[in-house]
């Protein structure tokens, strides 16, 4: 039938070139987030794997029962600082100074829906376990969102595009994901203080107030250092990035320094008054790999930092160097894409 047969035509042509085409597409792009989310979580997951995950997640359970920052292990190194420095060790080792304070947080904001049914039963693999692993597959996918406007303002949509399909295509965003490791909170936060330094220099370079950027990227440092104190490394190649590249100096130095100060002083502080020590028991965690694991320090009632030499130094730097190198493509999601995109950026 003539009119039937135009139905069709203009229907084929409305999903291949009309308006239809764009939602076809979100579709299409729905369902193979949603496809890959559902595959991992019933299929790869077999629960939380890795001892900081357990803990930290054991921690966001205590939250729930308003119990904030405490945790049901007894590190012996920890007992051991408490003693030194004249703490009530039976009242204080419980309250938590080993990990940072946001990812178990988190976990306890993952777990609130399920807060009922958090009982150990039979099912193979523990209800609080999936919500937390659903709560970082958001975080990844949430972080896919800055790192498109990231991309799309230094270079052009379908590079934003390419970038963000490899890195969602990434297994070792999913597995990390699976972990119940904080990766995913600090994926997120990064790329949102990338984006806030990336409109920053942007407006630098148009002549435009780039304070309110600064700031907002300071801001992220600071949730940053929240999630896992390592990153304060990254935050000082960004303080002298900012030092060098934006004016006036010292007032873009302030707009990023103040609001990490502002963020992570009082869990300093709050680490020194329980431990005596601004960094917690955490802080030994620098000296791991020197004679021992990490796991093996915190075993120790007591560790001599006069014991360090060094040349048990240099072996843990030389050790680290060659480890991150030897990963680097694994780091990169095995993405053969993500591995030339920094030499392609030295193209003129």
């Known amino acids: 039938m003539p009119g039937s047969a135009d139905a069709v035509q203009r229907l084929i042509h409305t999903l291949e070139a009309g308006w239809a085409v764009v939602w076809v597409r979100r579709a299409l792009a729905l369902a193979l987030v949603v496809g890959l989310a559902v595959f991992f979580l019933l299929h790869e997951f077999r629960g939380l794997a890795s001892s900081q995950g357990m803990d930290q997640a054991q921690m966001g359970r205590a939250m729930l029962h308003g119990q904030l920052w405490k945790t049901k292990v007894a590190r012996p190194l920890a007992a051991g600082q408490l003693q030194r420095r004249g703490k009530n060790v039976a009242a204080k080792i419980w309250t938590d100074t080993y990990n940072a304070p946001l990812p178990p947080l988190v976990n306890a904001i993952a777990l609130l829906p399920a807060r009922s049914h958090l009982t150990m039963g039979r099912e193979p693999i523990y209800v609080g376990d999936r919500m937390i692993v659903i709560m970082s597959m958001i975080l990844f996918l949430a972080s896919l969102v800055p790192l498109f406007l990231v991309a799309r303002r230094l270079f052009d949509q379908r590079v934003a595009i390419l970038g963000s399909t490899m890195v969602l295509l990434g297994d070792i965003f999913w597995q990390y994901s699976l972990s ?136 843990k730097i030389n050790d680290n160097l060659l480890a991150q190198t030897g990963d680097l493509f694994r780091y990169f999601g095995w993405s053969v894409v993500a591995l030339f995109f920094f030499p392609a950026l030295l193209h003129p």
Do not use: C
Request: no cysteine; net charge positive.
């Open 180 to 315: 119940g490791l904080p990766q995913m909170l600090l994926l997120l936060l990064f790329n949102l203080t990338l984006y806030a330094l990336v409109r920053a220099i942007e407006a630098q370079a148009e002549e435009k107030p780039a304070l309110r950027w600064l700031g907002a990227a300071g801001a992220g440092f600071g949730l940053l250092a929240l999630s896992h104190a390592l990153t304060i490394w990254i935050f000082l190649a960004a303080l002298v990035f900012g030092v060098l590249h934006f004016r006036p100096r010292l007032r873009a130095a302030a707009w990023l320094l103040a609001p990490v100060l502002i963020l992570y002083t009082p869990w300093l502080l709050r680490n020194y008054l329980v431990s005596g020590n601004p960094a917690g028991v955490a802080f030994y965690a620098l000296f791991s790999q020197l004679g021992l694991s990490e796991a093996g320090l915190m075993r120790l009632l007591f560790f001599d930092l006069h014991s360090l030499n060094a040349g048990a130094i240099r072996a």
